[in-house]
């Protein structure tokens, strides 16, 4: 796994990073070999000095790892925040909706009490007051 410039929106998938990972610890397996075998003092600086290269490596994989992720964290954070920007006004209108309509559809005791007082108006004479007499309807 290369370095990507600072700018790069380059995504890193779990199969980059083990192989990046796998890749480092076969690295720093043959520094130590290199470092146990040679009794060289030239031998052993190499492999010191190979180590601390793999160990910059590594530090700047981890914080380009790290900014990568801040990045993500920030977009989900802004993304989530749009949602909810977007989602607050329906959840507003339903509420609204719901006030409006509270007492819809009537209960069972409601439409039996208006079904009774509309019984009561036919049958107290009120079919006048609706424009009908009281001998039309008996036919």
């Known amino acids: 796994m290369s370095t990507p410039p600072n700018d790069s929106q380059q995504s890193f998938t779990s199969q980059d990073i083990d192989a990046w990972v796998l890749t480092a610890q076969a690295r720093c397996a043959a520094l130590h070999m290199k470092a146990a075998t040679s009794y060289n003092s030239i031998k052993h600086h190499e492999a010191f000095a190979g180590m601390s290269a793999l160990l910059q490596q590594a530090l700047e994989k981890v914080h380009m790892l790290n900014t ?31 006030e409006r309509r509270d007492g819809y559809p009537p209960s069972p005791e409601e439409i039996q009490k208006a079904e009774s007082r509309l019984l009561e108006m036919f049958r107290g004479g009120h079919r006048q007051d609706m424009g009908i007499s009281s001998t039309e309807g008996m036919a």
Request: charged share 30%; aromatic share 4%.
């Open 68 to 98: 990568h992720i801040r990045k993500m964290m920030h977009t989900a954070c802004d993304r989530a925040t749009a949602v909810q920007r977007h989602v607050t006004p329906i959840t507003e209108e339903s509420r609204k909706w719901g």
